[in-house]
């Protein structure tokens, strides 16, 4: 049985750009680079506050994993090691509203012959603060 996947979890005003950030890696824990994947990245967003939570109320297919997915670990501020993946959602391509949580969920596919073909989801959970005056 394999384990249930991370949800990264975040808080965020309503407007500007979201940048989701994690570190990819396989199951023995060796971190993956642009070959370990194939095609396009898929995201979608999920209104779990919505009246169809099941439903996305985004989704866009045609994001370059060469645009998303680093070769080499990042620095950033969640500990020493780093990460190697940054998708981002712009508040033109959807407008979260306040008070609401999504989920936001990036698929990337595996390169065939790779350790552990298919799909990668890589989950992010957002919790969107009112931005009162705006």
């Known amino acids: 049985m394999s384990p249930e996947p991370r949800v990264w979890r975040n808080r965020t005003s309503e407007s500007g750009t979201r940048y989701h ?6 199951r023995d824990g060796s971190v993956l680079d642009q070959s370990s ?8 967003i999920f209104d779990l506050d919505g009246e169809t ?10 994001n370059l994993i060469s ?8 620095t950033w501020e ?4 780093g990460y190697n993946f940054e998708g981002y959602i712009t508040s ?10 999504y989920r ?3 698929y990337l596919n595996r390169a065939s012959g790779t350790p552990g073909d298919g799909a990668l989801a890589v989950l992010f959970e957002n919790k969107v603060e009112w931005q009162l005056g705006a």
């Open 104 to 106: 936001v969920c990036f």
């Open 78 to 81: 969640d500990d020493e090691d």
């Open 53 to 62: 939570p099941e439903t996305a109320v985004y989704s866009n297919a045609s």
């Open 67 to 74: 645009s998303w997915v680093f070769n080499s670990l990042q």
């Open 37 to 44: 994947f194939t095609g396009t990245i898929t995201a979608k």
């Open 21 to 26: 950030r994690a570190r990819l890696v396989d």
């Open 92 to 101: 033109n391509q959807y407008a979260y509203e306040g008070g609401h949580s």
